[in-house]
T-cell receptor, first 114, second 110 residues
Framework: KAGVTQTPRYLIKTRGQQVTLSCSPI?????VSWYQQTPGQGLQFLFE???????NKGNFPGRFSGRQFSNSRSEMNVSTLELGDSALYLC?????????????FGPGTRLTVT | KNEVEQSPQNLTAQEGEFITINCSYS?????LHWLQQHPGGGIVSLFM???GKKKHGRLIATINIQEKHSSLHITASHPRDSAVYIC????????????FGQGTRLTINP
């Protein structure tokens, strides 16, 4: 079974632009979570989607948004990019989500904002 | 104070040594995860546990719910174990939301 895939793997954007990142979960998995990793803040939860509905959201500004499609693939969007948005963005999928569900991580998308 | 604290932050050891990484948390949890991150960023889930002890190869994870503490042990450490080890907890009300420790950077020298 293929693992979680994320595209693109690397991205360079300019301050003020917007960006869309994509995550394809493991086949059959219905929950997708997104995380941001920076050297200063470490790993932080962004949001979780399950069956096309946002089920949980972390403490990030409204510039960060996401969605999930009927095939469970998910996208996250960051508008009006700031230098501080430079980070590794990771997505993770799990079968049904919920408490105590094992998550499988993708390789991440490394975003650099200049 | 962070909800999840790991110690030590950095650990250097010789090949073959027994390694222990500790994780303490301050919230009620439904599960605790141990993750491994190699240079380049990819994260691998090592264990998910809500009670007791789990073993996989040379890795052992334990959790004490009453004391809100978990440990990750590596027996017969090897240079390929060099990585950042991250403890993460799932809050009881948080569904899939993980709260992460700051990570422990482990270096095993040959």
């Amino acid at each position: 079974k293929a693992g979680v895939t994320q595209t693109p793997r690397y991205l360079i954007k300019t301050r003020g632009q917007q960006v869309t990142l994509s995550c394809s979960p493991i086949s059959g998995h219905r929950s997708v979570s997104w995380y941001q990793q920076t050297p200063g803040q470490g790993l932080q939860f962004l949001f979780e989607y399950f069956s096309e509905t946002q089920r949980n959201k972390g403490n990030f500004p409204g510039r960060f948004s996401g969605r999930q499609f009927s095939n469970s693939r998910s996208e996250m969007n960051v508008s009006t990019l700031e230098l501080g948005d430079s980070a590794l963005y990771l997505c993770a999928s799990s079968l049904l989500g919920g408490e105590s569900a094992e998550q499988y991580f993708g390789p991440g998308t490394r975003l650099t904002v200049t | 104070k962070n909800e999840v604290e790991q110690s030590p932050q950095n650990l250097t050891a010789q090949e073959g040594e027994f390694i222990t990484i500790n994780c303490s948390y301050s919230v009620g949890i439904s599960a605790l995860h141990w993750l491994q991150q190699h240079p380049g960023g990819g994260i691998v889930s090592l264990f998910m546990l809500s009670s007791g002890k789990k073993k996989h190869g040379r890795l052992i994870a334990t959790i004490n719910i009453q004391e809100k503490h978990s440990s990750l042990h590596i027996t017969a450490s090897h240079p390929r174990d060099s990585a950042v080890y991250i403890c993460a907890v799932q809050n009881i009300q948080g569904a899939q939301k993980l709260v992460f420790g700051q990570g422990t950077r482990l270096t095993i020298n040959p």
